[in-house]
């Protein structure tokens, strides 16, 4: 006999755009989303800022017993991101 345990999370993916701010920085948007808008000073911070934004919408989504929008399940669509490079003068 198998003990069954109740499923007490949700794990799911949702695509994010990073733009880039003139002093610096990311804005970030969720367009599955709409309430989700942060902000961090480089990606790494970006990236947590707005993984907690979504978790908190979600929250506020699943106590207002709203719908919760569907995944993402193209996660392998490219990312355009900016690689600054440098070239040594001749």
Request: hydrophobic share 40%; charged share 25%; proline share 11%.
């Amino acid at each position: 006999m198998t003990r069954r345990e109740p499923i007490t999370t949700l794990e799911t993916a949702y695509i994010c755009h990073f733009e880039p701010e003139p002093e610096g920085g990311y804005t970030v948007t969720c367009p599955a989303l709409p309430p989700v808008v942060s902000y961090g000073e480089n990606l790494e911070e970006a990236r947590a800022n707005v993984r907690e934004a979504i978790e908190l919408v979600l929250e506020v989504f699943r106590d207002a017993h709203q719908a919760i929008p569907p995944a993402d399940h193209d996660l392998q669509s490219p990312i355009d991101e900016l690689v600054p490079v440098q070239l040594a003068r001749i």
